[in-house]
């Protein structure tokens, strides 16, 4: 035993370095103990799990990352991050990684995808989410047209849903322009 | 004395599918002589889409709602965890100098980043006074169930034990509830993904009310529009795919308050879910 013992470092591809600067978080720390995996509630649904997320990204395994479900299917619950001994934020890697991807027009859950745009898209243009509207022009968009219609009667019956958008100039015009300029200045 | 004030940000939910959250939270407030000042013109917090679309976007929507609470100058709360956590989240970040200065360019103002940010639920849970109880919910057995971001991350969230928050279990206690332990406190509900991946919501609402049904829970009492949402909601779905009957009421923390507190089951919407809670509550003799 002594100090004498020398550890190759390992490359680092171009992928795990871009992973690293977009989620600030240091993936090599990963020791694959697995934690983060028993408590994901996506786990039972997903391709690859968060563990094996990490390890990919180690690895530099572009397509097998970017192209998973796991990224789409975070719920974003943290319970992972929670847990990670090693301190890394494993759910703003999931998010930096749903980023990277749709940058480059990747989704292997179309639907969810989707799902997020029409989101924002109600946001944008109205400044508050129109729930009974995004559910609406996601059945109209997803290729699910009967989607949850089954609950629209009673959910409307119980006065639980806005049959119009909001209606505020001052908050619509503001919004508007956050959008313009995060978008602008996100992308510089 | 002078009426202690919050600026008072609902978020989405609670202004349509969640109104009887919102409804509640202000009869509560009233009655504990808390003061809420509803924000004027306040925007969506971009909850999960914004942040994993654009994360500057996610910083600036949340950015616009603390900076109207500080031309207020008085503490900012909201009931919705979601907001919560995307409003924590933001003023988190934007300790980061350079993070703080982003956002003010996009906001084009600039934001101090000083506005203290609690939810309902802590601001509740720390009031010392008198409740102004007008009956006991003695007889009911109930289950608290947290959902994600009231609890986590500790970096963001930092009011209550990760694992095994008490908070919500604590309040309801106190209006003679009998509160029951099990293990799903802080579980996911599936959250947005009941809309494009159902079936990944259906197991999870399923593991939660069989949790809650196990330990003898006559309702499940929440304090998240999407938790009370999906667990509601997708009860009778649930119910048929696993072929088991849960029959649980998914009742507002703020809702079983308002009835201690006296007021009366129109008055705090209990007539809004769809596991209908009246019957068990006419059975305790509550309503």
């Not at chain 1, 550890?7 to 090599?28: D, N, Y």
């Not at chain 1, 847990?83 to 639907?111: F, N, T, W, Y």
């Not at chain 2, 009931?79 to 993070?99: G, I, N, Q, T, W």
Request: net charge neutral.
């Amino acid at each position: 035993m002594g100090g004498t013992s020398t550890v190759t470092p390992v490359a680092r591809s171009s992928f795990l370095l871009h992973v690293e600067k977009e989620s600030g978080q240091r993936i090599m720390d990963c020791y694959q103990c697995g934690k983060c995996t028993a408590g994901c509630p996506a786990a039972a649904s997903v391709d690859i799990t968060p563990r094996q997320v990490m390890r990919a990204i180690q690895l530099g395994l572009v397509d097998e990352v970017l192209d998973s479900s796991m990224i789409w299917l975070c719920l974003s619950c943290q319970t992972c991050t929670a847990r990670c001994p090693c301190l890394i934020d494993i759910a703003r890697v999931m998010e930096s990684l749903r980023l990277i991807a749709s940058r480059e027009g990747r989704a292997k859950e179309k639907d969810v995808a989707l799902f997020h745009r029409l989101f924002l898209r109600s946001v944008e243009a109205s400044g508050r989410l129109w729930e009974l509207g995004l559910g609406g022009f996601y059945n109209l968009s997803s290729g699910h047209p009967l989607a949850n219609v089954g609950l629209l009667p009673s959910l409307l019956m119980k006065g639980k849903l806005e049959v119009l958008p909001h209606q505020n100039k001052v908050t619509q015009a503001a919004v508007k322009r956050i959008f313009e300029r995060a978008s602008r200045l996100e992308s510089k | 004395m002078t009426q202690k004030a919050y600026s008072y940000y609902p978020g989405c939910s609670l202004s349509s599918t969640a109104r009887e959250y919102d409804v509640s939270t202000r009869l509560v407030f009233k009655n504990l002589g808390l003061d809420l000042q509803e924000l004027a013109d306040w925007n969506c917090c971009g909850a999960s889409a914004a942040k994993g679309t654009n994360h500057l976007l996610g910083l600036a929507l949340p950015g616009r709602v603390l900076q109207q609470a500080e031309e207020k100058s008085l503490p900012l709360t909201t009931p919705c965890p979601e907001c919560y956590s995307r409003l924590r989240f933001a003023a988190h970040e934007m300790k980061d100098e350079s993070v703080r200065r982003q956002v003010s360019e996009v906001l084009e103002k600039d934001l101090q980043n000083n506005v203290v940010v609690e939810p309902t639920l802590k601001i509740i849970w720390e009031y010392e006074g008198d409740l102004h109880l007008k009956k006991s919910l003695a007889g009911l057995k109930a289950v608290a169930y947290y959902g994600c971001l009231f609890v986590r991350p500790k970096a963001v969230a930092d009011f209550d034990d990760e694992e095994n928050p008490r908070s919500m279990d604590d309040i309801v206690a106190r209006l003679g509830v009998e509160m029951l332990d099990w293990s799903f406190r802080s579980e996911c509900c599936g959250a947005y993904l009941s809309i494009p991946k159902p079936e990944v919501a259906y197991r999870l609402v399923y593991r939660i009310l069989r949790g809650a049904k196990q330990v003898g829970a006559e309702c499940v009492v929440v304090a998240c529009p999407l938790c009370q949402a999906n667990l509601d909601t997708r009860q009778k779905t649930v119910e048929a795919r696993y072929k088991e009957s849960m029959g649980l009421p998914i009742i507002y923390f703020t809702q079983l308050m308002g009835l201690a507190m006296g007021y009366s089951p129109e008055e705090l919407l209990l007539d809004k879910h769809l596991t209908d809670p009246l019957p068990l509550l006419r059975s305790k003799g509550l309503a």
